[in-house]
């Protein structure tokens, strides 16, 4: 069973950065997607904001396209998030996902909740203006 744990959050200033990582312990080898993921204080609904698929694509939200960075080190299991140039409007709580489909395939639409089945606690973003 995967067990994702995130780290990293703060508070910085606006234009400021972070960067977070998702530790996995067990194998992620069946993920179909890895992704991250923010949920703000006033928001009942999880926006998906960057993902890597098992080819390696990457895709990115809108909100946070040039601005923001995911990669995976699969030497050590680890998935980041870099995120600069932050917004008093990126502050959430950012969560880390996997989309473990066992037997494996491909496809689907990377940035949508519904298509992840682990998760992990969260951690929060604060960026003040």
């Known amino acids: 069973q995967v067990r994702l744990v995130e780290s990293g959050g703060g508070s910085v200033q606006s234009g400021g950065s972070l960067r977070l990582s998702c530790r996995a312990s067990g194998s992620t080898y069946h993920a179909a997607f890895m992704g991250w993921f923010r949920q703000a204080p006033e928001k009942t609904e999880r926006e998906g904001i960057a993902?890597?698929?098992?080819?390696?694509?990457?895709t990115y939200s809108d909100s946070v396209r040039d601005r923001f960075t995911i990669s995976r080190d699969t030497a050590v299991n680890i998935l980041y998030l870099q995120m600069d140039s932050l917004k008093p409007e990126d502050t959430a709580m950012y969560f880390c996902a996997a989309a473990i489909r066992r037997p494996y395939y491909s496809g689907g639409d990377a940035l949508q909740p519904w298509e992840y089945n682990t998760w992990g606690q969260g951690t929060q973003v604060a960026v003040s203006a």
């Open positions: 993902a890597i698929d098992g080819d390696g694509a990457i």
